[in-house]
């Protein structure tokens, strides 16, 4: 077998130095011969020949590496390596066994990453096999089998030597029936970290757990006191559920000494959860029924943080370089992100009773530019966290800086790792998957610790932010080992923000352009920045008319905080649908307030009511509204005395108020009227209601009967003139003729005895005394007219007037008078 090559970072182990040189003469023994042209021995060509064929055919078998234990042992401790072996070739595996293969100590981080890189066998720089009774024979592996292994080794037996990563190899070794001889037909890397007593200056290593979902409420909410909350769908409480993915990191980083990061709205969200609550189901909802798992998960993660160092992100975890790259230019923007990080604090608080730290901001992957950090620090952060693979080192140091860097402003980027930050994406449902991530995570960290053994590092990391419950297994695993090791110690996220800077350490921020292409693809457009600003101008002029606003602005605000989430990347129409949904829902609720529509009217006569209806379906009441009536035509119809009337509108909650506008027609015809709610502000509110008055003053059928009625009464005084006049005329000439010529002597005349008058009498006289007869009369006449007067008291009976004379030219009224009084209001007039 050929030595290991001596790359840098490398060192191989003093007892396996005699092996390898010896390897290293075998192997360059056909490499002299080719360059002396001396011919090559039978045993030579095979040694070449089975090199190749180890070199070709390693990949014959797959070796499963899925538990190494323990993850970094000591002295006295026995490593044990589990897994399994799939024959992948066509032909049975025979003479076959498993076998460890300790490699040189690897002492840079770059050789790491260049070991975890390399596939199938190498000979020259894998190991030799450790041998002896630690391997387990197999005799014979058929085409497609799999089998089972399982090699304990007590430490001593590896040989390792000082202080170091080593690279710890699985191979399986047999031969086939097209190639009988023993080469390695599969091997399966890892690496042991190894330092079995404590170091004198350990690394501060800060480890971020997060709790953060996705958007699971919805704008909408019951019309109740309580405003039942509406759930998307029922994904969070699978989420909580006992083995769900929440339930998981809650679970698992209980028993870990790491700093929390919160999204509040998570934590919002599982509270609405406790009471009652309904799913989206279609066009319909259902109501929940998993308050139970909620109150147990709530339950669970107040007492695991109670003591612990709590980070709150803004509420639902805004999209930091969405904003800075796409929704800077739009107005409000900003607006939504200090909003959302104003209620953090007191959303977690409330929640699980903990006060956490809302002074960190965090980029999706720790990518950075000038503007990304602009935007983060305008919400009130201080401190970004980065990540190393965008604030990349630009000089010559050999070893990972502290975490904590000034860059100016008084603002603090804290970096995080790349290559501990993602250890663990991927697939870590497969155990050779977790074991492989456990390893390289603590071989990092091993390696980190021993670039500058006697300089104290903070150094922080990062994960993704919604890690699998897989993820999060192999993490836990990872930092359980990591800090019951002997090299590093657990620090908060603040602390390591306060740590000594590195002079050497870069400060300077990557410019617009350095930002990842895949992470630009990703972000929000501006499209969805445009419609949370068009739904907040609607919600500002929906909010002033309220009477009861939190019902309102509190859940449309955080639902606007959604719509920015993070969470949202790579899922563009999904997002956009969310937040036409809110917007949508804003308009329906606004358009409860409503006037209602009306038909075409039609005005008889100068002046009369017009009734507008001002409908109110929202369960409390609205005021401050204005309600404007206008003709667009007041040469013909006036509102009021002017082209528009306005009233102050206050309407309880279910509940309509009609208002009546006083109008005066000046001439006949169409004009087209609009009733408009408006703010006290001016802005206008809600649709337009156009309706039409047709105007007419006076109709032909009202002049008609009132020309008739005119002349029916000209011709009736006239008749009655001209009868009086002739009645009169008549009485005139029967006077002339009754009354006799006047006695030449008075003497002659006598004096009718009262006793003698009587129907006799009268008669007896009545030729040859008429002008007695005739004052008799007038005599009678005038008593009788004064006993009249007089009743049997000798009171007056007489009506005042009575006894004026009547004149023929005074007609008798045929018809009442008329009312001056004006017409009440809402009053139709016709006339």
Do not use: C
């Amino acid at each position: 077998m050929a030595e290991a090559a001596d790359f840098q970072g490398t060192s191989p182990s003093p007892a396996h130095r005699w092996l390898r040189r010896a390897g290293a003469l075998l192997a360059g023994a056909p490499l002299l011969a080719g360059v002396l042209q001396l011919p090559v021995s039978p045993a030579a060509h095979a040694a070449q020949t089975a090199a190749a064929a180890a070199a070709g055919g390693s990949r014959t078998v797959d070796v499963s590496l899925d538990s190494l234990t323990p993850s970094a042992p000591t002295d006295g401790d026995t490593v044990t390596v589990s897994g399994s072996i799939t024959n992948k070739g066509k032909q049975t595996v025979t003479d076959a066994h498993v076998g460890l293969r300790v490699g040189p100590s690897l002492t840079e981080r770059g050789a790491i990453d260049d070991a975890a890189e390399r596939t199938g066998f190498q000979p020259g720089l894998d190991p030799l096999e450790i041998g002896g009774k630690y391997v387990q024979k197999f005799a014979q592996l058929p085409a497609g089998a799999s089998q089972p292994f399982s090699i304990s080794v007590p430490v001593k037996e590896l040989d390792l030597g000082s202080d170091g990563v080593y690279q710890l190899g699985v191979s399986l070794s047999g031969q086939t029936s097209a190639e009988p001889w023993e080469h390695v037909l599969g091997i399966e890397r890892t690496f042991l970290p190894w330092q079995p007593e404590s170091v004198d200056t350990k690394t501060k290593t800060t480890y971020l757990w997060p709790l953060i979902s996705t958007v699971h409420l919805s704008a909408q909410t019951g019309s109740d006191a309580r405003q039942t909350p509406v759930f998307q769908n029922d994904g969070l409480a699978k989420e909580i559920a006992p083995g769900g993915r929440l339930d998981r990191l809650l679970s698992l980083g209980g028993d870990l000494d790491v700093t929390w990061v919160l999204d509040p709205d998570l934590l919002a969200s599982v509270d609405a959860m406790t009471g009652t609550y309904r799913v989206q189901d279609g066009d319909t909802t259902t109501a929940g029924k998993n308050q139970a798992v909620a109150k147990e998960w709530l339950d669970k993660l107040e007492k695991t943080v109670a003591g612990k160092e709590v980070v709150a992100l803004p509420f639902a975890d805004p999209d930091l370089a969405s904003l800075a790259h796409q929704g800077k230019g739009i107005p409000g923007s900003l607006n939504h992100l200090k909003d959302a990080t104003n209620v953090a604090s007191d959303t977690v608080d409330t929640i699980v009773h903990v006060k956490p730290e809302t002074d960190f901001a965090w980029p999706v992957n720790g990518a950075v530019d000038p503007s990304i950090v602009q935007v983060a620090t305008s919400a009130g952060a201080d401190k970004v966290i980065a990540r190393s693979d965008s604030l990349r080192e630009t000089g010559d140091l050999t070893y990972t800086p502290s975490a904590a860097r000034p860059i100016g402003g008084g603002t603090t980027a804290v970096v995080s790792d790349y290559r501990l930050s993602t250890e663990f994406q991927g697939d870590m449902t497969k155990a050779e998957n977790s074991t492989q991530a456990v390893q390289e995570f603590l071989a990092q960290s091993l390696a980190l610790n021993l670039q500058e053994p006697n300089d104290q590092r903070s150094i922080v990391v990062a994960p993704q932010r919604t890690p699998t419950a897989g993820q999060a297994q192999a993490m836990a695993t990872a930092v359980k080992a990591l800090q019951s090791g002997n090299w590093s110690d657990s620090q908060g996220l603040s602390a390591a923000a306060k740590a000594k800077p590195d002079p050497d350490a870069t400060t300077r921020i990557p410019s617009r352009n350095s930002y990842p292409e895949a992470l630009s693809k990703q972000e929000l457009p501006p499209k969805a920045f445009q419609t949370i600003h068009d739904t907040q101008a609607d919600l500002d002029k929906f909010e002033v008319v309220l009477t009861d606003k939190s019902r309102v602005v509190t859940p449309f605000g955080r639902a606007m905080d959604r719509g920015m989430s993070t969470s949202w990347r790579g899922r563009h129409d999904q997002g956009q649908a969310f937040r036409e949904g809110v917007k949508s829902y804003l308009k329906d609720l606004t358009g409860l307030v409503r006037l209602i529509d009306k038909s075409d009217a039609k005005l008889s006569g100068r002046s009369a009511t017009i009734p507008v209806t001002v409908q109110n379906n929202l369960v409390q009441g609205v005021h401050h509204l204005v309600l404007r009536l206008t003709s667009k035509h007041p040469t013909r119809l006036k509102i009021g005395n002017d082209a528009y009337t306005e009233r102050q509108i206050q309407v309880a909650g279910e509940h309509s108020q009609s208002v009546k506008f006083t109008t005066s027609a000046k001439a006949n015809g169409p004009v087209e009227v609009v009733a408009q709610l408006y703010t006290e502000d001016g802005q206008t509110y809600g649709s337009p209601v156009p309706f039409e008055v047709k105007v007419t003053e006076i109709t032909p059928t009202v002049m008609l009967v009132i020309g008739g009625g005119v002349l029916l009464l000209v011709l009736a005084g006239f008749r009655m003139y001209t009868q009086r006049k002739r009645a009169a005329a008549r009485q005139a000439e029967e006077e002339q003729g009754n009354t006799p010529d006047a006695p030449d002597n008075p003497d002659t005349a006598h004096t009718v005895d009262p006793a003698d008058a009587g129907p006799a009498g009268e008669a007896g006289t009545e030729a040859g005394n008429g002008v007695n007869k005739a004052a008799a009369g007038t005599v009678d006449t005038v008593e009788n007219a004064e006993r009249s007067k007089d009743g049997p008291d000798g009171e007056s009976t007489a009506r005042p007037g009575a006894d004026a004379p009547e004149q023929p030219s005074d007609p008798a009224p045929d018809t009442a008078p008329e009312s001056t009084d004006p017409s009440g209001t809402g009053e139709r007039v016709d006339r």
